[in-house]
């Protein structure tokens, strides 16, 4: 298979570690099916033959990572064994985790804290010991599936992207080469072997590091890492081409890779250092009489592993911000609104506003611990009847009462007491339902559905990252319908949203009790850790549950009943957001008023666009998390 086909960028970032692991590691970015793993396994070979290549699975507990008890040995010969975990295992080599981003945080925090001590620190379950463990990360992840923490990002050197290939030619060489291992030629690995070995020759001048060191001051990088990995990447380069000196070249070079991506760069730029290393390879590979004519020289797209894996791509856009024509005011949709909250008018957070403090003991997801499903955490002590058996955990307990201590397992049984049972705990990830309600009523009714469809479908895309339910309920003329019931498609959605009723009075009552019905089980019903209201409307409710005659009588009716069930539903929700649509703003409105009710959060959108509910919604949604 044609090595170069789009996989230039990650190729040169991993030679460059291999040369020296001190550039930390490489995170390959980009959509499913771009050749992300593929590179990062074939790269293999730019080690020596012996080096460990450990990879770490997402569902790894914390003893697999740092080690713990060899309970085997421990009892076969009655004498406590300590035996390492992955961590310790990769020493002197190199830790692969596939979709790094979805790594659970605790296991990213002992992997990055590990990286930066170069050995492995175990004080748990009368264990105390250390590990040498000096290794590289290489990584990948699919940006839509999360974002990359930043914690991760200042540890490694390099964050390269992939791309899906789009034209016919080239799509269709990638079909026929499917199922192949990528085999990279001798002469690049060579290469990278040559300039390990010469590496510690190389030197850079005075004027160099003063050049790199300004760059990294105007650029704006935080912390000291960044210029250090851009000396080190110079130095790399220099020994790949077997120079012992540092050249103005290999400076340029290492500021693009190192600085642009931190900048806000989405690729590596290709050099033509970058290409003389690489030429002998790419053009071994033309020969093929298959290779298509669109793997041009400076390509920087992503090559896909199989032809009917799915590709997911993302189209940047620019937030755009909707104003009043009478207040001059914003509405901010970045994930920092709230800190602008000042600049907006009516944008202000209401006192008694719940600060998501209903997820459990933690604040986050804590309601998906659990004794029987998901990820296993921890063990605790308990009855047998409480959950399942640790077993390994519960034989720990023994030994550390001396149960085993100068007895092999021929010798006796192993007396197991009541309090040396121990009970797995797991972590099941709970996600949010997130129900929409929106005003069909009155002049605003197109743009208001509009941009709560785009929204939720947006949202629906992204929703299987945590587990999320979206729901949107519309309410207009005599009560309120459940149009996209939480849990539904992608398809499904698209299709129903499409045919949303609209017109008449605005029956607000029967929205709140449409949510509550859906919040007040959402836990057991949906499996969620709680219930979020994004509320679209101008708060005018002028239809009662109650039928009323008068008009009068009808309006406070309708604000009676809307003021009751708010200050119910308010105990079954995490988070509100109301978003008011009223053309002219009115400091304390009837949506502000509804906001303080639900104990939510009031913004002042006139011009509802799909791009900032989304962003409005995701700030809040990050912020409970």
Not at 213 to 227: I, L, W
Not at 242 to 264: S, Y
Not at 332 to 355: H, K, T, Y
């Amino acid at each position: 298979m044609k090595p170069l086909l789009g996989l230039r960028d990650p190729l040169f970032a991993l030679s460059l570690l291999a040369i020296d692991p001190g550039l930390g590691g490489v995170v390959i970015a980009g959509p499913p099916g771009t050749g992300k793993s593929l590179v990062a396994r074939a790269a293999r070979v730019f080690w020596p033959a012996r080096t460990p290549f450990v990879e770490i699975p997402l569902h790894v507990t914390v003893d697999r990572l740092l080690g713990g008890w060899n309970m085997g040995l421990s009892v076969s010969s009655g004498v406590l064994s300590v035996e390492p975990g992955l961590l310790a295992q990769a020493h002197g080599g190199v830790v692969y985790v596939d979709e790094i981003n979805l790594l659970d945080p605790t296991l990213l925090a002992i992997l990055l804290q590990t990286l930066d001590r170069g050995q492995v620190v175990l004080e748990r379950e009368g264990i105390s010991r250390r590990f040498p463990a000096q290794f590289c990360l290489i990584g990948t992840c699919n940006p839509a599936e999360g974002e990359l923490p930043p914690a991760l990002q200042e540890r490694v050197a390099f964050l390269v992207r992939t791309r899906t290939l789009q034209d016919v030619e080239t799509r269709f060489f990638i079909a026929r080469q499917a199922g192949q291992r990528l085999i990279l030629p001798e002469d690049m690995v060579a290469a990278v072997h040559f300039a390990r070995k010469i590496l510690p020759t190389v030197t850079i001048s005075k004027r160099h590091l003063q050049e790199i060191c300004a760059v990294a001051s105007r650029t704006g990088v935080q912390g000291n890492r960044a210029e250090i990995f851009a000396v080190r990447c110079a130095r790399a380069n220099a020994a790949l081409h077997r120079r012992t000196m540092v050249t103005q070249g290999d400076v340029d070079l290492a500021i693009r890779l190192v600085f642009v991506p931190r900048g806000g760069g989405e690729s590596l730029p290709v050099s033509e250092e970058m290409d003389a290393a690489f030429d002998r390879a790419e053009g071994s590979a033309q020969a093929s009489r298959s290779s298509p004519q669109s793997a041009r020289q400076g390509e920087t797209t992503a090559a896909a592993t199989h032809p009917n894996e799915a590709t997911v791509e993302k189209t940047s856009r620019n937030t755009q911000a909707a104003s009043g024509e009478r207040m001059g005011s914003r509405a901010i949709a970045d994930p920092g609104w709230r800190e602008a909250a000042s600049q907006m008018a009516g944008a202000v957070p209401l006192p008694g506003v719940r600060n998501g403090g209903r997820f459990g003991p933690s604040g986050r997801h804590a309601a998906g611990l659990n004794w029987q499903r998901g990820r296993h955490v921890r063990s605790l002590p308990g009855r047998l009847s409480q959950g399942r058996l640790d077993v390994l955990a519960t034989l720990k307990q023994v030994a550390l009462r001396g149960g085993l201590q100068g007895k092999a397992l021929s010798d006796r049984a192993i007396e197991i007491r009541p309090e040396d049972i121990r009970i797995k705990q797991f972590r099941r990830r709970s996600g949010l339902l997130i129900i929409f309600a929106v005003d069909c009523s009155g002049s605003m009714v197109l743009n208001r559905l509009m941009a709560a469809r785009q929204a939720a479908i947006q949202l629906l895309k992204e929703a299987y990252v945590y587990r999320d339910k979206i729901a949107l309920v519309n309410f207009c003329r005599q009560e309120a319908q459940l149009l996209l019931p939480p849990g539904g498609g992608l398809a499904r959605a698209t299709r129903i949203l499409k045919q949303m009723p609209a017109g008449g009075r605005t029956p607000l009552p029967s929205a709140f009790l449409k949510v509550w019905e859906m919040t007040r089980n959402a836990a057991s019903r949906w499996k969620v850790a709680g219930s979020m209201l994004v509320l679209i409307t101008d708060g005018r409710g002028n239809e009662p549950l109650t039928p009323r005659e008068d008009k009068q009588e009808r309006r406070a009716q309708a604000e009676r009943e809307a003021r009751q069930l708010a200050m119910q539903l308010r105990e079954h929700l995490v988070a509100s957001l109301v978003i008011d649509t009223r053309k002219i703003f009115v400091p304390d409105g009837h949506a502000r008023q509804l906001a303080n009710w639900l104990g939510g959060h009031y913004v002042y959108l006139p011009d509802v666009q799909s791009e900032v509910v989304t962003a409005l919604v995701r700030s809040e949604i990050q912020r409970i998390r």
